[in-house]
């Protein structure tokens, strides 16, 4: 079982907006900055949100970071086909001295 | 550009070890923490762990302490990962992968392409 808890699947048509949670507990989210990244099939993952709600350069403005209090949200506006992938997010854990992810989250664009 | 490249995957037998590299390239390698993430077939990111940027702190994931372990040469801009004593669930790809520049919380900004870890009689 993952330390951070995200939903398996989500889904939704193309141009639609989707978002993505991730829950955690005081050790990791409630007090790290979370990350997410996406993995399209065949990849490697790549960063996708950083301290919560940054985007590295490249990372289009569709996508979108929160958090609050033990969770963090992943939101992606005007879905693409393209953006059909697997989505981790993850953070430290001051507990565990470890790095931990959220099991990933399918995204289904139909 | 920015560049990792592992190598030294394969089919090891239950018991026996195996070394993971990971060549650097593009930026100032001794200036960065670096992870080893893997993920099992048809599986989510597993973090194995990570090590700081001069090689004086390194944290393991529970599954694989006192197993694996992680160390750099700097000289070399190479990262490494010693395996022992690899059991089936040790099977997954392995990456290796860079702390992001920017970012906290030891967050990954650049991941490698992979090498393929097969633990198997």
């Known amino acids: 079982q993952s330390v951070l808890t995200q939903p398996p699947s989500v889904s939704a048509a193309p141009g639609q907006k989707v978002t993505i949670s991730c829950s955690g507990s005081?050790?990791?989210?409630?007090?790290?900055?979370v990350s997410w990244y996406q993995q399209l099939p065949g990849t490697a993952p790549k960063l996708l949100i950083y301290?919560?709600?940054k985007r590295p350069s490249g990372i289009p403005d569709r996508f979108s970071g929160s958090k609050s209090g033990t969770s963090a949200t992943l939101g992606i506006t005007g879905l693409q086909t393209g953006d059909e992938a697997d989505y981790y997010c993850?953070?430290?854990?001051?507990?565990?001295?470890?790095?931990?992810f959220g099991g990933g989250t399918k995204l289904t664009v139909l | 550009q920015v560049q990792l490249v592992e190598s030294g995957g394969g089919v090891v037998q239950p018991g026996r070890s195996l070394r993971l590299s990971c060549a650097a390239s593009?930026?100032?390698?001794?200036?960065?923490?670096m992870h080893w993430v893997r993920q099992a077939p048809g599986k989510g990111l597993e973090w194995v762990a990570v090590?700081?940027?001069?090689?004086?702190?390194?944290y393991y994931a529970d599954s694989v302490k006192g197993r694996f372990t992680i160390s750099r040469d700097n000289s070399k801009n190479t990262l490494y990962l010693q395996m022992n004593s690899l059991r089936a669930e040790d099977t997954a790809v392995y990456y290796c992968?860079?702390?992001?520049?920017?970012?906290?919380?030891?967050?990954?900004?650049?991941w490698g392409q992979g090498t393929t870890v097969t633990v198997s009689s």
């Open positions: 992968a860079r702390v992001d520049e920017a970012a906290a919380a030891l967050a990954i900004g650049v």
């Open positions: 593009g930026f100032t390698f001794s200036s960065y923490g």
């Open positions: 090590i700081w940027y001069d090689g004086s702190n390194k």
């Open positions: 005081s050790s990791n989210i409630g007090n790290n900055y």
């Open positions: 301290d919560n709600n």
């Open positions: 993850g953070t430290w854990d001051s507990s565990l001295s470890a790095l931990v």
